[in-house]
């Protein structure tokens, strides 16, 4: 089975990830990953592994031979750092009272976790489940949908990630996730997203509204529509859709009785410097996915938060998942919120956001290999061209980048095939930040072969 689509700049099995494994010369490091690729199922981006983790503390992993990386990655799960004292110390705490709930049973810690993210949205008026992974409720918020409207159609967004699950993967529009899996779930309608720099339209902020028009089109066009799912700003090539667009695409779900089901997984908890992405656009959604960092980095947990008035089906079990209110889970989310109010870390968040930009423009200026710059909060994304006019992708220098980057002690996520993603914790201090751009900058002087 051949990969057809280069979306992606992890590759496990190209020339630059093969440069990459003949440099790893720790003995057990060697050993390690090769019983680690004898024993897993082989898996695009993932297995074979690259590398073998010790330690992770704050913004730093740490490999077995005891180099450090500071990590812009981080699977979208470190927003309060690795290892935090103050989640794992709560975890402790729990281990010796309550380490387990049952079905049909709750606990102090559930209800507690629900109260505070009700309290996160913009009224009481919601409700909250549970669930071990954000495909889960994802899956979940889709069949609450169906429940609700009557209509099992979805319209999605192409590039779009909702998980790896074959429902979720349906839903999403990412080739790399969806190729050789046909047919997948019926019904699941997909529209351009609102790119800002690769349009199907042209770029300017008036152009995002042919975006949302498009939506009305579909719905209109197709009938029995129930539900529209888009990430409110996506994450891993971060395209940051405009105000006009997201209370166009509102107002269009409220003219069609269509439920708006915004994925903020891995951009909320305050990523974008707002506790809520969807915060930024001042609409509110019918649900909200969130995960990835809820959990502290440590504990899989997600939820789905969606408005009391679709509280209508008592007799479907829309999750039933054994850890759905699991206290491990419930008491890491609690205390990962807590950080973040007691450490003001959403303005902490903003301010540095823009000393980022900064930065990143002036890299722009100064190379060619830099087509486009954009973000918000600590959640950027530098693309990579091979001509600045033509927008030509350079997906051979973004994987070669990465690798660089990565013997200097910088991970991040290259996505598109071209897109550096950069998503530092939201702990990380200045003289952090500061060695993670000198990394950048002494990377970008390079020059890069195609």
């Known amino acids: 089975m051949t990969m057809n689509f280069k979306t992606e700049g992890d590759v496990n099995f190209s020339p630059e990830r093969d440069k990459w494994q003949q440099s790893v010369t720790d003995v057990k490091t060697r050993q390690l990953l090769d019983e680690d690729a004898n024993y897993f199922f082989h898996q695009f981006m993932s297995t074979p592994c690259l590398d073998v983790l010790a330690d992770c503390e704050g913004s730093y992993l740490t490999n077995l031979a005891g180099k450090k990386n500071l990590d812009f990655h ?3 799960a470190h927003n309060v750092g690795f290892r935090n004292p103050n989640i794992t110390g709560k975890i402790k705490e729990q281990l010796d009272i309550l380490p387990f709930s049952t079905r049909r049973f709750t606990n102090k810690p559930a209800i507690e976790l629900a109260k505070k993210l009700v309290g996160k949205m913009p009224t009481q008026n919601y409700r909250v489940l549970f669930a071990p992974g954000g495909a889960t409720v994802v899956g979940m918020a889709l069949k609450l949908a169906r429940a609700v409207t009557g209509n099992h159609k979805v319209v999605s967004v192409w590039d779009s990630f909702h ?11 990412e080739a790399v996730f969806r190729q050789h899996m046909g047919p997948m779930m019926p019904g699941v309608l997909h529209i351009p997203p609102p790119a800002t720099y690769r349009g199907i339209f042209a770029n300017s902020p008036d152009d995002q509204l042919k975006y949302a028009d498009y939506l009305e089109y579909v719905v209109e066009k197709e009938g029995g529509v129930g539900a529209f799912i888009s990430e409110t700003i996506r994450n891993t090539d971060v395209n940051i859709p405009s105000i006009a667009y997201w209370k166009r695409i509102r107002e269009i779900c409220d003219k069609h009785k269509i439920m708006l089901i915004l994925d903020e997984i891995p951009i909320g908890m305050g990523r974008t410097g707002k506790f809520f992405a969807f915060e930024h656009f001042g609409i509110e959604p019918d649900i909200v996915c969130i995960g990835k960092s809820l959990g502290g980095g440590i504990f899989p947990m997600a939820a789905m938060i969606g408005r009391t008035e679709f509280n209508i089906a008592p007799e479907i079990s829309l999750g039933h998942y054994t850890h759905e209110k699991n206290p491990l889970g419930c008491i890491a989310g609690l205390a990962t919120i807590d950080f973040i109010e007691q450490e003001n870390l959403l303005q902490k968040v903003q301010t540095e956001s823009l000393w980022i930009e900064s930065v990143l423009n002036g890299f722009k200026n100064r190379f060619e290999l ?4 954009r973000g918000l ?3 950027w994304a530098i693309e990579l061209v091979t001509n600045p006019g033509t927008k030509g992708k350079a997906v051979v220098q973004a994987e070669k980048i ?3 980057f990565l013997r200097n002690g910088l991970s991040f996520k290259v996505s598109q095939g071209n897109v550096l993603t950069l998503a530092p914790p939201l702990t990380i201090n200045k003289n952090e930040l500061e060695n993670a751009f000198g990394i950048l900058e002494n990377a970008f002087s390079i020059r890069y072969s195609d």
């Open 74 to 76: 981080g699977n979208s």
């Open 163 to 173: 998980g790896a699950s074959l429902d979720t993967i349906s839903a999403g529009g």
């Open 370 to 373: 830099i087509g486009d710059v």
């Open 377 to 379: 909060g600590f959640l």
């Open 402 to 404: 990465m690798y660089e």
